[in-house]
């Protein structure tokens, strides 16, 4: 890593069991609290100080065993939330498809919910803020799939509804920027 270059490790939340109405306060599983231990053993040697994350509790709660072993705290940044799909919960029957739909037309969005276009740009405006902010450092982000992917979308195309089915929970992302924001690496560091 050259000095003028920052890492941030998107660290996609562990198993949430889905629970209506319960977006920002739902947990992990049992499951999920195991694979937060292992998040937090295969990025202790990265030396990672900086911590951000989703508002949502899974999300925090994924990354808040490495946190607390590395002596940082977990800043949460409200516009990192995951995307808000309709004001009424789209059906897991029509989830697959619903998703396929928004990344297929990025300007669409159902009744009260977000356009892939409106997510991504309040979400890569707090990305922006943190590589300007902590250039030449390493910053762990505790995010979901479908936020992830429309971030990585926005600095290169390639990245959409196939990345995010791929995805697995947790999963976690390495990506290397130049000094001017420029992506030049991105790595999976979850097997």
Same mark, same amino acid.
């Given at each position: 890593?050259? @000095?003028?270059?920052?890492? *941030? &490790?998107?660290?996609?939340?562990?198993?949430?069991?889905?629970? $209506?109405?319960? %977006?920002?306060? !739902?947990?992990?599983?049992?499951?999920?609290?195991?694979?937060?231990?292992?998040?937090?053993?295969?990025?202790?040697?990265?030396q990672i100080q900086l911590f951000y994350s989703s508002?949502?509790?899974?999300?925090?709660?994924?990354?808040?065993?490495?946190?607390?072993?590395?002596?940082?705290?977990?800043?949460?940044?409200?516009?990192?939330?995951?995307?808000?799909?309709?004001?009424?919960?789209?059906?897991?029957?029509?989830?697959? @498809?619903?998703?396929?739909? *928004? &990344?297929?037309?990025?300007?669409?969005?159902?009744?009260?919910? $977000?356009?892939? %276009?409106?997510? !991504?740009?309040?979400?890569?405006?707090?990305?922006?803020?943190?590589?300007?902010?902590?250039?030449?450092?390493?910053?762990?982000?505790?995010?979901?799939g479908d936020i992830m992917?429309?971030?990585?979308?926005?600095?290169?195309?390639?990245?959409?509804?196939?990345?995010?089915?791929?995805?697995?929970?947790?999963?976690?992302?390495?990506?290397?920027?130049?000094?001017?924001?420029?992506?030049?690496?991105?790595?999976?560091?979850? @097997?």
């Amino acid at each position: 890593m050259s @000095e003028t270059s920052t890492v *941030l &490790y998107f660290v996609r939340h562990a198993e949430s069991r889905y629970v $209506e109405g319960q %977006e920002r306060e !739902r947990g992990l599983t049992e499951q999920g609290h195991q694979d937060a231990g292992t998040v937090a053993s295969l990025l202790h040697g990265e030396q990672i100080q900086l911590f951000y994350s989703s508002p949502y509790r899974r999300a925090v709660d994924t990354i808040q065993i490495l946190a607390d072993q590395s002596g940082g705290i977990v800043v949460t940044e409200e516009d990192l939330r995951e995307r808000q799909l309709s004001s009424s919960d789209v059906k897991h029957e029509s989830f697959h @498809e619903s998703k396929e739909r *928004l &990344y297929r037309d990025p300007t669409y969005a159902f009744p009260g919910g $977000e356009s892939g %276009e409106q997510a !991504r740009s309040r979400a890569v405006a707090v990305i922006d803020r943190i590589l300007d902010k902590h250039r030449g450092q390493k910053v762990v982000i505790g995010t979901h799939g479908d936020i992830m992917t429309l971030i990585l979308q926005h600095y290169d195309s390639s990245y959409g509804y196939e990345f995010w089915e791929s995805t697995s929970m947790p999963d976690i992302y390495k990506l290397e920027f130049n000094g001017t924001h420029k992506l030049v690496q991105v790595t999976r560091l979850w @097997e």
